[in-house]
């Protein structure tokens, strides 16, 4: 038994072209064993073709994934994370319902293309045996005036048996994105699509306005970052709203990240073992279309990561994008302040380092294998620490309120990048 699709793909130039065929293969009783991917041989021709990640490299040879994964790399890449599947779980239920029939078994195949293709992530489209992108919008992509409704939709998801009518709000606002907090796509006041990242019940702090800050820290040290904009619920929520980089206009930009560009990257995260910013360098170093400028902004963004303890930045915390001269690193995105030690989700400097305590001496050490001279390193550091000095007046800028800081200055004001 199997199931299959037509992978397609818009080219840095515009084009969309056919990049082949994937088929879900699966046993007698439904259970997915792997999935198979072809390229199309039209597309191996193609003066502009590029192998959509590593464990797909350009031949005429069926691409078995290995291992038990579902899907190969760039095509995770394409579909919804934890978030995403919770929504789409919730619309395949209402949909049985109305159909008066069991819902389907939703996998990563079928969450692939069940998440709407307007609002896809990347570059990758699919189509069914129709011709049809999948999965066809279902209505039109909200707006900012819609906030209220998509924050009141937000409380009816934890529901057991959720309000379809609520939920269909979050619904047409895309599920593709990946990652794990509330998250909506809209089309932003000035017509692109835009991620809004919503505040979540459990939060301890005002996570997204604190992301929001160190987003500004990080344009201030010269990193190239997401453009966000932060608005202020109350005294303790904002929402984020970051310009999809996936997107120019109405182009779509291919994307990888870096769980799909380092080989092992995910199976040594489910055993525990941290992937290191010096495979992450090896690996662009690899791909990249301009090694020598992407390896300095990545060193710039550890020690940003490093100066703040952003302890969430594991492998899908990073990407690429594909412009026509190749891979270049895709803008900073998901930095964040975290108040405590911990190393749950972080990369270490080096192979074998240790991910709960990063400091610059370790990352100076590191500096050719980001191809950089010691004082250029040590200019690089000297340029962030300087930058992340400007947190508390960024913070009143972007609306925190003064006794919301005193408790981040451990934070800010730490010896991690005393050099
Ligand atoms: N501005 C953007 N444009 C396009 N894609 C983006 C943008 N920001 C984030 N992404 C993509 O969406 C995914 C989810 O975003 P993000 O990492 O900010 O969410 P999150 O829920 O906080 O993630 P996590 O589960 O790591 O905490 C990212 O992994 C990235 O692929
Ligand atoms: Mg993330």
């Known amino acids: 038994m199997s199931e299959r699709t037509s992978v397609w793909v818009e080219l840095p130039d515009g084009e969309l072209v056919k990049v082949g ?8 009783r439904g259970y997915a064993l792997r999935s198979e991917f072809k390229y199309d041989a039209g597309f191996l021709t193609h003066p502009l073709a590029y192998p959509l990640c590593p464990e797909l490299p350009l031949t005429t040879r069926t ?18 994370d934890s978030w995403g599947c919770l929504l789409l779980s919730h619309a395949e239920a209402e949909a049985a319902r109305l159909e008066n029939r069991r819902p389907r078994v939703m996998r990563e195949f079928e969450y ?13 489209r699919f189509t069914d045996a129709n011709g049809e992108f999948l999965s066809p919008a279902r209505g039109n992509v909200p707006t900012m005036v819609d906030l209220p409704e998509l924050l009141t939709a937000l409380t009816e998801v934890d529901n057991i048996n959720p309000d379809p009518n609520i ?23 000035r017509g692109r699509l835009a991620m809004v990242k919503l505040p979540q019940r459990n939060d301890a702090w005002d996570v997204l306005a ?37 997107r120019a206009g109405t182009h779509r930009i291919g994307y990888l990240s870096a769980a799909s560009l380092i080989p092992d990257a995910l199976t040594d995260a489910a055993s525990g073992i941290s992937t290191s910013y010096a495979q992450l360098a090896a690996s662009v170093a690899h791909v990249s279309a301009d090694p020598d400028a992407d390896l300095a902004e990545l060193f710039r963004r ?15 915390n990073h990407g ?35 991910p709960s305590y990063r400091e610059a ?32 007046t960024t913070a009143l800028t972007l609306g925190i309120e003064k006794n919301q800081l005193s408790g981040w200055e451990s934070v800010f004001v730490s010896p991690a990048l005393d050099t």
């Open 21 to 28: 065929e994937l088929e879900n293969v699966v046993n007698p």
């Open 63 to 80: 691409l078995p994934t290995v291992g038990g994964k579902p899907l190969a790399g760039a095509f995770s890449d394409a579909s919804p």
């Open 112 to 124: 692939l293309l069940a998440a709407p293709d307007p609002t896809r992530m990347g570059a990758l």
């Open 167 to 189: 939920l269909e709000v979050l619904t047409r606002a895309g599920t593709s994105m990946g990652g794990a907090r509330p998250k909506a796509t809209i089309i932003d006041d």
């Open 210 to 246: 604190w992301e929001g800050v160190v987003t500004r820290l990080g344009r201030a040290a010269g990193i190239n970052t997401v453009r966000t904009c932060v608005h202020r619920l109350d005294a303790d929520r904002s929402v984020l709203v970051s310009t999809r980089f996936d």
């Open 302 to 316: 550890v020690a940003l990561t490093i100066g703040i303890n952003n302890t969430d930045d594991h492998v899908r």
């Open 320 to 354: 690429l994008l594909r412009t026509k001269r190749g891979w270049r690193l895709a803008p900073m995105f998901d930095v964040n302040p975290f108040p405590r030690r911990n190393s749950t989700g972080s990369m270490s400097i080096t192979v074998g380092g240790d």
């Open 361 to 392: 001496s370790e990352l100076l050490q590191a500096a050719d294998m980001f191809r950089l001279k010691p004082d250029a390193a040590r200019d690089i550091i000297a340029q962030v620490r300087q930058a992340i000095t400007g947190w508390a």
